[in-house]
């Protein structure tokens, strides 16, 4: 290992890479999760390949030092971009190779519209990673091209239209800006990034996938709650969350059938549904419309929360038991609360991200098992085995290989509720 160096929440290690016979030089970077051990949780592994002939046109001299830090370079802005696009795989390899000079490589033909969405959508994940720091951040401009396969100028000419749109600013650090990455994402562009999501569902209406999820937090609430309502979106939407709130989507709405359309938000396209209980709010045909949506997913949710209610006076909500656990205004003012909400979407997201790493994990380490059976000539049926590496992350991997050599394996979480399931052959 050469180099280490922390980029939102990971930690990239690189080193010179073995070119295998081939006429050139290479080098990696392994990226993992900055708090969990290395030798299991890669997320991805990422390299570049640099031909004999390249390096000699570009440097004059096969072993220059200077292709060497060129291509250090290289890979670890790849790295840093594809961790702030999130355009990874867990545990997959991206390889790049460079046999003629950069100023005859291909350009992409991708539009200026999605160049600008990916913009947002890197600044937005910075934003969300580091909260506290993001105006001082920079997006790695080198990589983000070199991923996208755009020219710098091209990334100048979208990143410059967002500028004036007021959906991102310039560093606040005086040698950062659009030129070396030192740029931010405004609540301006949070909400416009989330409009465009919200769009793709609403074309969709009814035919949608019932596992996809476009909001972190859906708000209900009556009219004479409004303000509360929007002061709390716009916090939790500053703090880089995508959040429904009718009046953000105005225009969406127009001439949509609501009754589906609103219980298709409350009930299957947001993480969380924060209601605001009043007494108008019991009173209201609309509300006690998103209501029984809300609680139609609550039920599915088999006791994990999902309907966070504050409390604006004492009205009880129709159906909701008295042992939830409530936020009040009285207790509580919105500033408050929204740190608390945020706070809770950041640790669904680690949760939801943690499963998904588990997953693969269960099929890594199984195969490992099974391979170790095989050359040892134990593969017979065998008692359930607990793979202790697991423990510490309250998950539990079990697995059994019965007489036809059929190997099941299953993922459980701390209530035994079964994650994942499988048979191979």
């Known amino acids: 290992m050469d180099k280490q160096e922390s980029y939102l929440n990971c930690t990239l290690l690189g080193g010179v890479e ?3 016979g ?6 990696y970077v392994a990226v993992y999760p900055e708090d969990q051990a290395i030798d299991r949780d890669l997320l991805f592994y990422e390299s570049t390949f640099m031909s004999g002939t390249a390096v000699a046109i570009k440097f004059n001299d096969r072993n220059s ?5 060129e291509i250090e370079k290289i890979t670890f802005s790849n790295a840093r971009a594809r961790i702030a696009l999130e355009l990874f795989d867990i545990g997959k390899s991206y390889k790049e190779d460079i046999y003629i000079k950069e100023s005859e490589q291909k350009e992409s033909d991708i539009k200026d519209e999605d160049i600008q969405i990916k913009i947002l959508k ?6 969300k990673k580091d909260a506290n720091k993001f105006k001082f951040k920079r997006l790695d401009v080198n990589g983000f091209c070199n991923i996208l396969g755009i020219s710098i ?3 100048h000419f979208n990143a410059s239209f967002l500028e004036e749109e007021g959906f991102i600013k310039e560093s606040l650090i005086d040698q950062l800006g659009i030129a070396n990455g030192g740029i931010y994402i405004t609540s301006k562009g949070i909400k416009y990034l989330s409009g465009i999501y919200s769009e793709k569902l609403i074309r969709k209406n009814t035919h949608i996938n019932e596992n996809d999820i476009y909001f972190d937090v859906a708000i209900s609430f009556a009219g004479a709650q409004r303000d509360l309502a929007e002061d709390l979106a716009n916090k939790v939407q500053d703090a880089g969350f995508k959040v429904f709130l009718d009046s953000f989507y105005t225009e969406h709405l127009w001439g949509k059938d609501l009754v589906v359309f609103f219980d298709d938000i409350y009930r299957k396209k947001s993480k969380y549904c924060v209601i605001f209980v009043s007494s108008e709010y019991c009173d209201r045909m609309w509300t006690n419309h998103e209501r029984k949506s809300a609680q139609a997913r609550a039920l599915e949710e088999k006791g994990k929360e999902y309907i966070l209610p504050i409390k604006v006076n004492d009205s009880e909500l129709q159906g909701m038991q008295p042992t939830i656990g409530y936020l009040s205004i009285k207790d509580n003012n919105i500033d408050q609360i929204s740190k608390i909400l945020v706070s809770k ?10 499963e998904q ?20 000539g134990q593969l017979r049926w065998t008692n359930i085995e607990r793979i202790e590496e697991l423990k510490q992350k309250e998950y539990e991997i079990y697995f059994e290989v019965d007489e036809e050599n059929k190997i099941r394996y299953r993922l459980e979480n701390k209530s035994k509720q079964i994650l994942m399931y499988k048979t191979e052959k």
């Open 65 to 69: 030092k200077e292709a060497y830090e």
């Open 357 to 376: 790493q588990l997953k693969e994990d269960s099929k890594i380490v199984n195969k490992e098992y099974i391979s170790n059976l095989k050359n040892k």
């Open 22 to 27: 081939r006429d050139g030089i290479g080098y």
């Open 18 to 20: 073995k070119t295998q």
């Open 122 to 127: 890197a600044l937005l994940n910075i934003r």
């Open 153 to 155: 100028e091209k990334y």
């Open 345 to 354: 979407l950041k640790q669904k997201d680690s949760t939801m991200n943690n």
